[in-house]
């Protein structure tokens, strides 16, 4: 990804990312798509008023085999709350909206669920292939 890189990394990171060609880092049984995300994901753990340098550089230092941890791959209820958070944005915050997201699974039907644990099934499958 560092190769991607302008000689002179001025601009902040997301400015950056936003022209970085990820169908030219998919790797392994890995797309472009899934690099993204994880990248995304990534990017959520640190400060992002760097330059893309300093976030890849940051990243190497908090992954040091450069592999993508089984911890990033979220559980069915990690990925439910954060589906619900995103089709929530800015009706529901904070507190409520734990509370709005932990009521709605309870009530969610069991083959939403269900769908859930497989696409999770699926994820760690896909993790555990590429080792």
Known sequence: MKWQL???DTKGCLHTAK?????????GCFTA??????FEVLLSNIKLVKT???VLNELEDKIPSGKLKAFLIL?????FVR??????????????????SADAWR?????????????????????????
């Open 6 to 8: 302008p000689k002179m």
């Open 75 to 79: 559980q069915p209820r990690q990925q």
């Open 107 to 131: 009530k969610l039907p069991l083959e939403e669920k269900e769908q859930y644990t497989r696409d999770y099934i699926i994820a760690k499958e896909k993790e555990i292939a590429c080792m």
């Open 33 to 38: 798509e899934d690099c993204k995300n994880e």
């Open 83 to 100: 589906d619900f958070a995103e089709k929530n944005r800015g009706i529901v915050s904070g507190r409520e909206l734990f509370a709005a």
């Open 19 to 27: 022209k970085v060609e990820w169908d030219s880092i998919a790797f």
């Open 52 to 54: 893309m340098t300093a």
